[in-house]
C-alpha cells in the first residue's frame, strides 16, 4: 500500500507540475502581450504629451517635431538631475536645430515657485515646463532623473532612469540625437 500511495502520489505530482507548467505557458504569452500593449501606450502618451510652461501655456511635444526631445524629469532638490544638466546644455548648443530639452518638473516635492527660483538662479536654455497632465504618472516614473526621448519626427524611442556620469551621459544623448535627428543629406 505504501507503493500505491508513493505511485499515486507521485501522479498527482506529475498532473500538477504538467498543469502548472501549461498555466505558466499561457502566463508567459500573456505577460508579453501585456508588455507590448504598455508599451504601446506609454509612446502614445509620450507622443501625445502636454504640458504648462511657466506663464501657463501650453506646450505640446509635437511642437518641436524637427528636433530631437529629451523630455527630463527633474526637481531642486535631485543632485543627479542637476548633474546633468551642464552636458544637456553644451548638446543644446551642439545641435541649435537638431535637439531641445523640455525640462519638466513633476511637482513630486517642488512648488511652481521652487522651479521658478532655480530658472532665476541658473544660466540652462531648456524648455522649463510643468507636468501639469500628469505624464510622469502614466509612465509610472518612480524615481528622478528620468529622461524619455523623441525622435525628430515625433515618435517615442525610449525612457532611462538615472544617471552614469557626465562622459557617459554625453555619449550616449549624442549617440541618440546623432541617430534619430533628421538626415541633413539632400538638402
Not at 73 to 96: D, G, R, S
Not at 121 to 149: A, G
Request: aromatic share 12%.
Amino acid at each position: 500500500m505504501t507503493i500505491l500511495k508513493q505511485i499515486l502520489l507521485l501522479s498527482l505530482s506529475f498532473m500538477i507540475f504538467a498543469c502548472g507548467s501549461q498555466d505558466n505557458q499561457n502566463s508567459d504569452t500573456q505577460a508579453v502581450s501585456d508588455t507590448e500593449s504598455v508599451e504601446m501606450t506609454e509612446a502614445s502618451y509620450v507622443e501625445q504629451a502636454t504640458f504648462e510652461d511657466m506663464s501657463g501655456n501650453t506646450v505640446s511635444v509635437s511642437d518641436f517635431k524637427g528636433k530631437v526631445v529629451l523630455i527630463d524629469f527633474w526637481e531642486t532638490w535631485c543632485k543627479p538631475c542637476l548633474a546633468i544638466f551642464p552636458t544637456m546644455q553644451k548638446l543644446q548648443e551642439e545641435y541649435p536645430d537638431d535637439f531641445v530639452v523640455l525640462a519638466v518638473n513633476p511637482g513630486f516635492a517642488d512648488t511652481k515657485e521652487d522651479a521658478q527660483n532655480f530658472i532665476s538662479e541658473h544660466d540652462y536654455d531648456f524648455r522649463y515646463l510643468l507636468d501639469s497632465n500628469d505624464l510622469n504618472e502614466k509612465l509610472n516614473v518612480q524615481s528622478i532623473p528620468f529622461k524619455v526621448y523623441v525622435d525628430a519626427e515625433g515618435n517615442f524611442i525610449k525612457s532611462d532612469i538615472g544617471s552614469y556620469g557626465e562622459n557617459k551621459d554625453y555619449q550616449a544623448l549624442k549617440s541618440v540625437i546623432e541617430k534619430h535627428k533628421l538626415s541633413s543629406e539632400g538638402e
